[in-house]
């Protein structure tokens, strides 16, 4: 199917900001979702930094209003798991008939949401490997990484093997620049994404560290290793198996990277909600389910819970 898709992002921060311009860079027709940014956005465009060379888009569709948008074949959710409250009126109007939404999201479980609304043959997970952040109104800095795993949803957790779908988004994705890894097991790649969110973005805020720095000390290190061994025996719980040699892959991988503030240091340290919820609850009730405490887990998760009330009522600790 090529650029014969129509994309809409939903959430043009600086993931869906990211990956929208690089689709239609590419030569993909791409409708924005916008809200702070809006006005600088439609007036002029979008500007990328990356690693991979900056560019410019003078010009994209951006919208305030979903009931604006023209029906899309590819919907990419890129918002926030807090504001999924909001995908009951965003997601009919701009889904079209045979049309799909992509959930770029974190967390576990997180396309059912989706789901509820448009059918769960019609959703499609996605974990973004990805290292951004918004410089300023529709200016957007890409740091490191960019692969994207995605599947099949299926709502009993079974494996959706791969589709046609998946291989037509994913030609698309690839054509700008973009490598997507098809994932035969949604739920399995969301275990695999949670060995790197569950430590490394709980810990941000609780230690007040970006990746390097807790990759530099000692302490830090062997509680996100500790934490990431506990992440694959949530995955066991399921019935899924994350191999030992994963865990190290994910700690040299960071050790890489450029130093970085993770996403929920940056919604803290801006007083917006945390994913605690999709990124530690979602799992932590699938083990319990299952007879399986993760104990290190529920005590960041509490942790967690208690610096989000405190941080969203004006009293940060």
């Given at each position: 199917?090529?650029?014969?898709?129509?994309?809409?992002?939903?959430?043009?921060?600086?993931?869906?900001?990211?990956?929208?311009?690089?689709?239609?860079?590419?030569?993909?027709?791409?409708?924005?979702?916008?809200?702070?940014?809006?006005?600088?956005?439609?007036?002029?465009?979008?500007?990328?930094?990356?690693?991979?060379?900056?560019?410019?888009?003078?010009?994209?569709?951006?919208?305030?209003?979903?009931?604006?948008?023209?029906?899309?074949?590819?919907?990419?959710?890129?918002?926030?798991?807090?504001?999924?409250?909001?995908?009951?009126?965003?997601?009919?109007?701009?889904?079209?008939?045979?049309?799909?939404?992509?959930?770029?999201?974190?967390?576990?479980?997180?396309?059912?949401?989706?789901?509820?609304?448009?059918?769960?043959?019609?959703?499609?997970?996605?974990?973004?490997?990805?290292?951004?952040?918004?410089?300023?109104?529709?200016?957007?800095?890409?740091?490191?990484?960019?692969?994207?795993?995605?599947?099949?949803?299926?709502a009993d957790g079974s494996a959706g093997g791969i589709s046609e779908r998946m291989g037509a988004?994913?030609?698309?994705?690839?054509?700008?620049?973009?490598?997507?890894?098809?994932?035969?097991?949604?739920?399995?790649?969301?275990?695999?994404?949670?060995?790197?969110?569950?430590?490394?973005?709980?810990?941000?805020?609780?230690?007040?560290?970006?990746?390097?720095?807790?990759?530099?000390?000692?302490?830090?290190?062997?509680?996100?290793?500790?934490?990431?061994?506990?992440?694959?025996?949530?995955?066991?719980?399921?019935?899924?198996?994350?191999?030992?040699?994963?865990?190290?892959?994910?700690?040299?991988?960071?050790?890489?990277?450029?130093?970085?503030?993770?996403?929920?240091?940056?919604d803290y340290d801006e007083r917006r909600p945390l994913e605690v919820e999709a990124m530690y609850?979602?799992?932590?009730?699938?083990?319990?389910?299952?007879?399986?405490?993760?104990?290190?887990?529920?005590?960041?998760?509490?942790?967690?819970?208690?610096?989000?009330?405190?941080?969203?009522?004006?009293?940060?600790?």
């Open positions: 199917m090529g650029f014969g898709l129509r994309y809409a992002i939903l959430g043009t921060g600086a993931l869906g900001g990211f990956y929208g311009a690089r689709l239609q860079r590419a030569g993909a027709e791409v409708h924005y979702l916008l809200r702070s940014d809006y006005t600088q956005v439609r007036e002029q465009g979008l500007v990328i930094e990356s690693p991979d060379g900056d560019f410019a888009l003078p010009q994209v569709f951006a919208y305030d209003q979903v009931t604006a948008m023209p029906p899309c074949e590819v919907v990419v959710l890129a918002l926030k798991t807090t504001q999924n409250h909001l995908l009951k009126h965003l997601l009919p109007p701009v889904l079209a008939n045979d049309g799909v939404v992509l959930v770029l999201q974190n967390g576990l479980g997180v396309e059912a949401q989706a789901a509820e609304i448009v059918g769960g043959d019609r959703v499609l997970g996605g974990l973004c490997f990805l290292c951004a952040n918004k410089a300023g109104p529709g200016h957007i800095r890409h740091l490191d990484y960019k692969k994207i795993a995605i599947g099949e949803y299926r988004i994913a030609q698309d994705f690839e054509a700008a620049g973009i490598p997507i890894e098809q994932a035969a097991d949604l739920v399995l790649a969301r275990w695999k994404k949670l060995v790197w969110n569950i430590p490394f973005n709980g810990l941000s805020v609780i230690l007040n560290a970006t990746t390097d720095a807790m990759m530099a000390d000692n302490q830090a290190l062997t509680l996100t290793t500790q934490l990431m061994q506990e992440v694959t025996q949530g995955a066991a719980a399921q019935g899924r198996t994350v191999p030992a040699e994963f865990l190290q892959t994910m700690l040299d991988h960071t050790a890489a990277m450029k130093p970085y503030r993770t996403s929920m240091k940056i609850g979602a799992p932590l009730r699938a083990a319990a389910a299952a007879g399986v405490a993760l104990p290190r887990i529920e005590t960041l998760y509490q942790q967690l819970k208690f610096l989000d009330r405190q941080n969203r009522a004006g009293d940060r600790p």
